[in-house]
Nanobody
């Protein structure tokens, strides 16, 4: 059974950092694209970042380029999202998803999702 678990969310002040983790069980991430999405109250879900686990190619939303870094540790079956210089507009529930393609920035065709982790950026 495919299972994704996110962790690392929390409350942070503007300018602060957080690292989110997405660990998979029941299958290996090696051959899939894994993405981070976020959804703020009253807003549509948006793709934040994505990585092709087999070759390491990455994609980022323009709003997070230069601040967020996606990486993977295939030995731990885990994908990370390092978030630096956080802004209040980054506040959202962050979800990881896999079994999809990084071109799908809305997540319509990603097959497996985690339960989400709340990130709140506030002073």
């Amino acid at each position: 059974q495919v299972h994704l678990v996110e962790s690392g969310g929390g409350l942070v002040q503007p300018g602060g950092s957080l690292r989110l983790s997405c660990t998979a069980s029941g299958f290996t991430l090696d051959y899939y694209a894994t993405a981070w999405f976020r959804q703020a109250p009253g807003k549509e879900r948006e793709g934040v970042s994505c990585i092709y686990n087999h070759n390491g190619r990455t994609r980022y939303a323009n709003s997070v380029k230069g601040r967020f870094t996606i990486s993977r540790d295939n030995a731990k079956n885990t994908v990370y999202l390092q978030m630096n210089n956080l802004k209040p507009e980054d506040t959202a529930v962050y979800y990881c998803a896999t079994d999809g393609d990084c071109a799908d920035t809305r997540g319509k065709d990603f097959g497996s999702w985690g339960q989400g982790t709340q990130v709140t950026v506030s002073s």
